[in-house]
């Protein structure tokens, strides 16, 4: 398939899955809504407690990367949603696309929402909360930003894998599975005071890094050696994985009939 076939097969996802966006209202609630009151009631429960300028600037960075990540890998996980939703998963992958144009066209997708999230979060708490999340510079944002945008990726596409596995019993992952990850990557506290076997587990997710890496520039010690080159190091390893694992995932749905099932 020549360069240009690819860019049009990825382009149709995108293109389809921002109208489905624009055309459902529930979308622009849940791009607009549950961040900002996730931002503004993290917010207002530091100034509560107390908190010095530094440990709130820790705890709302992990409320915007839960935003931004949870934004952009619902986007990807609705590549097989709208379809699973619709009955319409085997007229999906009747069309000349593959896995790769799929995941990728959704991702971009959720990328211009994250990072309408962003910007939108970021002037939010600098003006409620006086937290400048630009502070550390145009090079440690976009890493940073592209961390959360490849960790929503991999996350998407295994709940993407474990949809077509599973069918629609498998939904809730689409909303758990951000959660689980954020938990164990430290997005509230550092993962230092989890139990030794529970920090083991975050050492090995890709977000931990990046979280570390961003609150660095916050005044927090780092607590791991070259964090963004382990972040992304993990993410492309993950990444692999994750993509192997949904084309194995549509593979053995075609051979036990589950695409027909999930189809009308």
């Not at 820790?58 to 949870?70: D, E, H, K, Q, R």
């Not at 977000?207 to 010690?221: K, P």
């Not at 992304?232 to 994985?241: G, T």
């Not at 549509?250 to 036990?256: D, G, H, P, S, T």
């Amino acid at each position: 398939m020549s360069w240009r076939a690819e860019l049009l097969a990825a382009w149709a996802v995108v293109v389809r899955n921002a109208l489905m966006g624009v055309r459902n209202v529930f979308f622009f609630f849940e791009l607009l809504f549950w961040p900002v009151v996730g931002v503004l009631s993290i917010g207002l429960m530091t100034r509560f407690l107390g908190l010095t300028p530094e440990q709130g600037a820790f705890v709302l960075v992990g409320t915007i990367a839960l935003s931004v990540i949870n934004v952009c890998q619902l986007e990807v996980a609705y590549a097989m949603l709208l379809d699973v939703w619709s009955k319409s998963v085997k007229h999906q992958f009747m069309a000349p696309i593959g896995v790769r144009h799929l995941t990728v066209g959704a991702w971009l997708v959720g990328m211009l929402r994250g990072f309408v999230i962003f910007v939108l979060l970021a002037a939010l708490g600098a003006w409620a909360f006086d937290f400048r999340v630009l502070a550390p510079g145009v090079g440690a944002v976009a890493a940073f930003l592209l961390g959360c945008f490849l960790t929503a990726w991999i996350v998407g596409v295994l709940v993407c894998a474990l949809i077509t596995l599973f069918g629609n019993r498998a939904e809730a992952f689409a909303w758990a599975s951000t959660n689980m990850v954020l938990v164990l990557a430290g997005i509230y506290y550092p993962v230092s005071v989890l139990p030794k076997p529970v920090a083991a587990v975050a050492a090995a997710i890709p977000l931990t890094y990046f979280l570390d890496a961003y609150r660095a520039h916050f005044g927090f010690h780092a607590e791991f050696a070259s964090p963004l080159a382990t972040g992304f190091a993990l993410s492309a390893v993950y990444a692999v994985l994750a993509h192997w694992a949904f084309r194995a995932a549509v593979e053995r749905a075609r051979q036990n009939g589950l695409l027909l099932k999930m189809s009308e």
